[in-house]
């Protein structure tokens, strides 16, 4: 298939992104598009709004797992595409839209040259919430075809094109949502003394959660905890009854996290007997950090050099996938696919060079092929 029908298919998708679990013209799209495959050696399986999609092998000796996400973000498109967003208020702003493409592309190059290996195309919703990938891996078939190991790829905007990079270890953070509400007493401004102020008591969190990574974590280990939203209030002169701040925890290593929540939770009942509130915490979306298999990474990096595609070694990131509670139960890795793009990832402008869709799938039929 040329280069220009992919680009045609990234580009409908594009226009109808959907938040996760919802992806119903999504799924409906590609399986319209598998159903124009070679039907022999192909079996579909819908589960939730994703799809399980397996390749019988000439050999079958094991299965190969590649997982693509589907989902899009709740983000208001500003790119002036001509092919923007259909659904107001959401948006491909993550790279989804090529993820889907360029798994597509590596499925219709192994259904007309059938690797040796069985391989299972993991169509999966709900990356960005509320997390598709524990619930698609406990699932019925993924037991039933058991895949040996598991990969996927993450486009990354900061790299050129023709590249992939990846590493042995750590790639992604683990990371966590942190809502937190405080509950108190409003009244008018010129009575404070009457009221308990939950401006105050989420101001004064705010500035004693920057000791949780200064304090209360091991300083050989890496944390990030922060606040990116704080509401409260209605008018200049009365004191507010609650407030909310939301934000995100993201930690190398998992017992790490766990110290960060225990401190946070600390510092709330501080907070409480302080200013006389009660605050409730929700820690919303939790992802398990992406933990790459070494001897995988090395047998990507040999496929790789066999293609026109360039091998580089990425720097872990405090980025979060939940494509990391996959390689928690099942060995194998993630590797990012240069895409050029000047606006970044989960931003309304990003713009991916859609060269990168044939790199894409160069690099995962190769990986396949090289098993």
Same mark, same amino acid.
């Given at each position: ?22 992806? &119903?013209?999504? +799924? ?24 399980? &999609? ?95 190991? &598991? ?60 000791? &949780? ?22 008018? +200049? ?64 990096? +040999? ?69």
């Amino acid at each position: 298939m040329t280069d220009e029908k992919w680009i045609e298919i990234r580009r409908e998708l594009h226009q109808i992104p959907e938040l996760g679990f919802q992806e &119903v013209k999504t +799924q409906q799209y590609l399986r319209e598009y598998i159903e124009t495959l070679p039907q022999d050696f192909l079996t579909v399986t819908p589960w939730e709004t994703g799809l399980f &999609v397996f390749v019988e092998g000439t050999v079958g000796s094991q299965t190969i797992a590649y997982r693509t996400d589907i989902d899009g973000l709740p983000i208001k498109e500003e790119t002036g595409f001509s092919f923007e967003s259909i659904h107001d208020g959401q948006m491909h702003a993550c790279g989804h839209d090529l993820h889907m493409t360029i798994a597509l592309g590596a499925l219709t190059e192994l259904v007309h040259h059938r690797p040796e290996a069985n391989v299972l195309f993991l169509f999966q919703p709900a990356e960005e919430g509320p997390g598709g990938a524990e619930p698609m891996l406990a699932s019925e078939p993924m037991k039933q075809y058991a895949p040996d190991f &598991v990969f996927a790829l993450h486009v990354d905007p900061k790299r050129e094109v023709g590249y992939v990079a990846s590493k042995p270890g750590l790639l992604f953070a683990n990371t966590s949502e942190l809502f937190i509400d405080f509950h108190g007493k409003g009244g008018h401004a010129a009575y404070p003394h009457e009221t308990r102020d939950m401006m105050m008591a989420a101001s004064a969190f705010n500035v004693q959660l920057q000791q &949780v990574v200064g304090r209360m974590v091991d300083p050989l280990k890496s944390a990030v905890v922060t606040l990116g939203k704080m509401e409260a209030g209605t008018v +200049q002169n009365i004191i507010p009854e609650h407030a909310r701040v939301e934000g995100t925890i993201r930690t190398t290593d998992a017992e790490t996290m766990n110290v960060a929540k225990q401190s946070i939770e600390q510092m709330l009942k501080g907070i409480e007997t302080r200013y006389g509130c009660e605050t409730t915490v929700d820690y919303g979306a939790n992802y398990y950090m992406v933990n790459n298999n070494g001897d995988y990474v090395e047998r990507f990096k +040999q496929a790789i050099e066999k293609t026109n595609v360039t091998y580089a070694e990425a720097n872990a990131a405090m980025t979060g996938e939940d494509f990391g509670y996959m390689l928690k139960e099942l060995p194998g890795f993630m590797f990012w696919l240069g895409i050029d793009s000047e606006s970044g990832l989960h931003t309304s402008r990003l713009n991916p060079n859609e060269d990168a869709i044939g790199i894409g799938i160069e690099a995962i039929v190769a990986m396949i092929r090289e098993g």
